[in-house]
T-cell receptor, first 115, second 112 residues
Framework: EAQVTQNPRYLITVTGKKLTVTCSQN?????MSWYRQDPGLGLRQIYY???????DKGDVPEGYKVSRKEKRNFPLILESPSPNQTSLYFC??????????????FGPGTRLTVT | ELKVEQNPLFLSMQEGKNYTIYCNYS?????LYWYRQDPGKSLESLFV?????AVKQEGRLMASLDTKARLSTLHITAAVHDLSATYFC????????????FGEGTQLTVNP
């Protein structure tokens, strides 16, 4: 089954404790992206990657890191989480054709709480 | 800075009625996406609109794009309870599909 998976789905952590949220897709998509969803703000892009070893900042990259060492994986790293990073996080991927990415397929989401 | 505004943000309607959700955006773009999110779930792609005048229909939903007016509409025909969800539009800022700006979402409730 074609899908985007994220782990963990739920995470409660404390301020300053490094964490990684994994994202994996099995559709051989070139493009992957991370978003956070907060009430009243819709989704905001954190980082995105157009292909292996190619990453770029989205709208709200502060406090986050990513890497793209393999095509299928795009982990999101919070080196020193803070309470304002409490949010619902989505990973997404899409096919890139002719330099254009089509509709994005979203993972199930990771609800992160930082206390 | 690209702004994407949806209205209404909350919509409660009766089954069988028609309604339209509007998505206005502030800068030029030829690509717009509509997504659906059920409570506690992920986002599901509904429509990809790639040019001015594009119209797409799936079941009781029809989406259109007017790039000159910087406006997309999502029209609901004869609503049913199963359409209750939050609907997001997203605008592509860079014509590559890589930089999407989302609207705040429209929470639709269809009452029996």
């Amino acid at each position: 089954e074609a899908q985007v998976t994220q782990n963990p789905r739920y995470l409660i952590t404390v301020t300053g404790k490094k964490l990684t949220v994994t994202c994996s897709q099995n559709m051989n998509h070139e493009y992957m992206s991370w978003y956070r969803q907060d009430p009243g703000l819709g989704l905001r892009q954190i980082y995105y990657s157009m292909n292996v070893e190619v990453t770029d900042k989205g709208d709200v990259p502060e406090g986050y890191k990513v890497s793209r060492k393999e095509k299928r994986n795009f982990p999101l790293i919070l080196e020193s989480p803070s309470p304002n990073q409490t949010s619902l996080y989505f990973c997404a991927s899409s096919l890139k054709f002719g330099g254009f990415s089509y509709e994005q397929y979203f993972g199930p989401g990771t609800r992160l709480t930082v206390t | 800075e690209l702004k994407v505004e949806q209205n209404p943000l909350f919509l409660s309607m009766q089954e069988g009625k028609n309604y339209t959700i509007y998505c206005n955006y502030s800068t030029t773009s030829d690509r717009l996406y509509w997504y659906r999110q059920d409570p506690g779930k992920s986002l599901e792609s509904l429509f990809v609109l790639l040019s001015n005048g594009a119209v797409k229909q799936e079941g009781r939903l029809m989406a259109s794009l007017d790039t000159k007016a910087r406006l997309s509409t999502l029209h609901i025909t004869a609503a049913v309870h199963d359409l209750s969800a939050t609907y997001f539009c997203a605008v592509d800022r860079e014509t590559s599909g890589s930089r999407l700006t989302f609207g705040e979402g429209t929470q639709l409730t269809v009452n029996p």
